[in-house]
Structures are given as C-alpha cells and as structure tokens.
C-alpha cells in the first residue's frame, strides 16, 4: 500500500514531463484512437515509473527547510565510507550486555571491525579523548569523536546514559542538536552516514515506537537546527535497514 502512496505522490511530477508529449499529440495528424492510447499511456506511466522506482531506488532526497542537503538510503551503514554510531556518556564499546547489548549497532560495528581485539578500539577512543581540553567521562550527551579505520572515518556519539533511568526527558533533543552543530564545523561538507536514531541501536529508550517516528523526529531536529543557524548547510544521508523500505515510504511520500 505504501508503493501506492509513494507512487501518488509523485504522479504529478512525471505527469508534468509527459505532459509535452501530449502537447505534441494535439498537433500531429493522428487518428482519435492513437491520440487517446498515447494519452492514456503518459496517464499510466506518471504512475508506473515511480511505482516501480519504489522498490528499487537507492537513495530518497528528503527536503527540510533550510539548505542542507539531506537523503535517506535503504542498506548496510558499515559499507559507508564515512557513518555514525552510537554509544553512551561515557564511551563504552564493549558489547558485554552490561551497558552495550551485543546485538545493538554497536554491538554488530564491534563484532564486523574488532572481532577479536576490542581492547584495540578502546585504547583508539582513549587516545581521541585525551586530544580533547574536556577528556572527562561521562561526557555531554551528543559528544562526538572521530577515528580512522582504514579508509573509513567512524563518528562515536554520546546517546545515552549507561542506565536509561538516568537519562532526562530530553535527551534525544539535547543529543541531536548538539551532534549536529559538532559535525557542521568537523565534517567540512563531506556526508556523514547516520542509522535512524533512537530506533535500531538497542541502547536508548527513546519512546520511538517504530521506523517512522525516529525519521520524523530526526528530521524536525533538521528543520529546528537550520532555523537557529540558518547560514549552516548538513550533508547527512540516513540508513534505514532494507526491510524498513515499505514502512518508511509513507512518510517519504509527505516529506
């Protein structure tokens, strides 16, 4: 049903392109019959086309309020050369179960990257917060660092307290926006890649019931930090798991 929707959606756009050729019709000496047949077809394919396209485009351009440039892409967030994951205030990787659960994004970045020597991205994380004036944990929700790992640049943010009853009420907001203003000045428009925040890193109880929520209110966190800094431009494409696709395509579809 959502294919559908989408697919609606942007019925008037590729209408608008076929619309030419119906243009042309109407002066061309062809019978009543074709003129109808190649008038219905444009009808057909403003709708096929992207009814088609929704199963199989990669990358969805979401449109916010301010200039950033912001896209939602359907696969796997450690094929990307730059990405986020997160953790909490006081940096822990080490997917125990005690504070970072062994299937959280964390959890599965550690098992993929550092297998067998999770000590190594400790001691990495260590270094990175020493290189900072205020290296004390636990930190400020939405602190990030940054490391190198073969050609890829991976972000670390400070989401979470390690205990959920410790978080405050608005912590997602205070984690988001000030994330945001971090990479604006770190990333110097390169994109940084973000899994859907709040929805399938097992370590935050957001109160995000599903896939849609977490888009929708990480998209409002966009169009609120683009309205304080309005001269800022993010370059942020977010990762939502394939099988996120139809679900997450009624909202694309009014966004």
Known sequence: MNHIKYAFSK???WF???ATIIGVVTILDLSKL???IIVLGCFLFSFIIPF???FI???FEIHTIGKSKVALSFGDLFDEECFLVTTNLYFDVNPTGEYISEDSLLGNFVRKFFPNN???LEEKIRCELQKHENNITPTNYGKTIRINLDEKIIYFMAFTDRRKTNQ???FYIKAVQSFLKEIINENHGKTICIPLLGNNNNLSNSGFSDSKISLLSFVSMINYFEIINQRSQLNIKIIALPEERSNLLDI???I
Do not use: G, M, T
Request: proline residues 4%.
């Open 11 to 13: 019925f008037s756009f």
């Open 16 to 18: 608008s392109w076929f």
């Open 34 to 36: 074709v003129r109808i």
């Open 52 to 54: 088609i396209s929704s």
């Open 57 to 59: 485009k990669k990358n």
């Open 118 to 120: 999770v000590a190594e």
């Open 168 to 170: 405050p009420e608005d």
């Open 252 to 254: 694309i579809a009014k």
